[in-house]
């Protein structure tokens, strides 16, 4: 879609009569961003640079058409087909064992967390993940907005990505969350030993039609498990997950306790009360959740 996109500009740019360099000089940009456009190469254009060539070249909204399909690209292929399935799903249950899932990222956070891709090729593709980061988690306030279910790993709360500052208001920013009544964040403390998904992270979602994919991601790959034998056992991992964890007002104190610097503080039971604890929420029948105070609540369905 790069290719396509930057051989239009360069058709009109012909068509128009304009250098490459006279090109740069109406949409404010340095002729070899255009040269970089027009052989598909470098960083992708953004949303405003789309406009601005579309404006001046007088594509009549070509150019701003193709735009969202050239800045996908910008996303690892691994990762396309689980944000497509992500904007589709009732239900999202994320384990997170190094960084909190970007439907619950602050912009900053997210900042941080995506400058550090080994695919990242400049500035403005940073600034084209961060945007569309966001613009996911709008889903999160629309009228068909999903159940989420997020359990972070101890580590994430302790890592302070971006620094103590933004690391503070990501962790005001999940305290918000958790108060939501269609999000759930649980922690896993690190005194809960192994389990079968150390290493990366997890995600179940489920489809308006009830049926599931199981999505798995480490540094640098990702795989989207569709098979219906897989999906069930990597959802089996995440239950055993969600029980072995602590119950929301306990995960909510923790993340109070790291947030104010006490590192002791937060209210972690006995591997008994835990095992306790585990047993309940096993018990729980599919499509319903325990809130901190162990009232359940039904999972919320779009309306029709």
Not at 195 to 201: F, I, K, R, T
């Amino acid at each position: 879609m790069a290719g396509l996109f930057g051989s239009r500009v360069r058709r009109l740019r012909l068509a128009a009569g304009l250098t490459q360099v006279e090109l740069g000089k109406k949409t404010h940009v340095v002729s070899t961003r255009i040269t970089q456009i027009e052989r598909a190469s470098g960083a992708k254009p953004t949303k405003s640079l789309a406009r601005a060539l579309d404006s001046v070249l007088g594509a009549d909204e070509l150019l701003v058409d193709l735009w969202p399909y050239v800045y996908r690209e910008a996303f690892p292929d691994w990762s396309q087909a689980f944000m497509e399935r992500s904007a589709r799903a009732v239900a999202i249950r994320q384990y997170a064992s190094h960084v909190v899932p970007g439907l619950l990222q602050t912009a900053d956070y997210a900042r941080a967390v995506l400058s550090v891709g080994l695919s990242l090729t400049g500035e403005e593709q940073l600034e084209d993940r961060v945007t569309a980061r966001l613009r996911r988690q709008e889903r999160l306030t629309s009228p068909d907005r999903p159940e989420l279910w997020v359990i972070l790993d101890e580590a994430v709360l302790r890592r302070p990505v971006g620094g103590r500052t933004v690391m503070r208001e990501q962790l005001i920013r999940l305290m918000e969350a958790a108060a939501e009544p269609h999000i759930t964040v649980q922690v896993l403390p690190f005194e809960q030993g192994e389990h079968d998904v150390m290493g990366g992270s997890l995600t179940v979602l489920t489809s308006p039609d009830d049926s599931e994919v199981a999505y798995t991601e480490g540094a640098h790959y990702g795989q989207l498990i569709e098979e219906p034998d897989d999906v069930k056992r990597f959802a089996l991992s995440y239950d055993r997950l969600r029980a072995a964890s602590l119950p929301p007002l306990m995960s909510l104190d923790m993340i109070r306790s790291v947030m104010e610097g006490n590192h002791r503080g937060a209210s972690v039971p006995s591997r008994s009360e835990r095992r306790r604890l585990a047993q309940e929420q096993l018990q729980q029948p599919g499509g319903w959740r325990l809130r901190g105070g162990g009232r359940r609540l039904a999972r919320r369905r779009p309306r029709p």
